[in-house]
């Protein structure tokens, strides 16, 4: 079976096409980055009106790769089903991508399945790999709109252990390199600079971390990074010290969470999923200190970022 995904949950369009015995044989995103970057932030109407233009270009594109596949089981149906996030994300994005999957499974007499975005991202680190996580297991979803500790005994079935109370960390990531001038969206490039930073030049804080429950809170992070940037002769070696403290007080903090939901549930699967898993001090963090534990880690592949 081959399934054409179509994902326009935020401002990036995607498409995807899911074989169920190879994996994943084509997949494209059209980045919106720079079109929405003068603005510093994302303008929900402006990433509809990107995905109108682009989505219809992307399949044909995608269609033409496969019909050109020498592939003997792809010269009867090209796709058997189209996939679309249909939430949560933004409305007018989520749209787009559900009336054209919608209408392009209907036009040739296929199945169209509606996706949930954050269980989308749950099961994105099975994606091509030999090595999977089995039920059940603990999730950490960190993205630019959610910050959530899961537990997942099995498919469908969903707990949520803890949450943001406030802002999420890709959101909060985004914040402080705006503050340091790195632009939008700026947590890759944050994080980049914080390699140049020396280690305890600042510490940071590490919020809610002496509460037994599991919710994350980033504003008052927030809010102390902001003071000492703005306490700072901001040159660029005191941005990148300041880049790694915030880093390393961000990651302690997952971490801190992470280990204690692993031991509530007496667990040894741990899977990091969302945008900011990209993050290459985070795995390393994150490999290191969890396998040390004997348990076991999962991350998406880093190919299918984009």
Known sequence: MKILGIETSCDDTSVAIYDDQLGVIFHKTWDQTKIHSRFGGIIPELAARCHLSQLNYLIKEIFLKLSNYNIKKYKNNIIDAVAYTAGPGLASSLLIGASIGSCLAFSLGIPSISINHIEGHLFSAMIGQRNIPSFPFIALLISGGNTQLIYVSNLGHYKILGK??????????DYIAKLL?????????????AQYGIFGKYIFPRPMIQHHNLDFSFSGLKTYTKKIIHDSKQTFQDKADISRAFEDAIIDTLIIKCKRAIQQKHLNS???CG???ANST??????SIITKQGGKIFFLKKILYR
Do not use: E, Q
Request: charged content about 20%; overall charge positive.
């Open 164 to 173: 943001t109370l406030d802002n999420s960390v890709g959101n909060t990531f």
């Open 181 to 193: 001038g790195l632009g939008y969206p700026g947590g890759k490039k944050l994080s980049s600079l």
């Open 270 to 272: 741990l899977v990091i």
């Open 275 to 277: 945008g900011v898993s």
């Open 282 to 287: 985070l795995r390393k963090k994150f490999r």
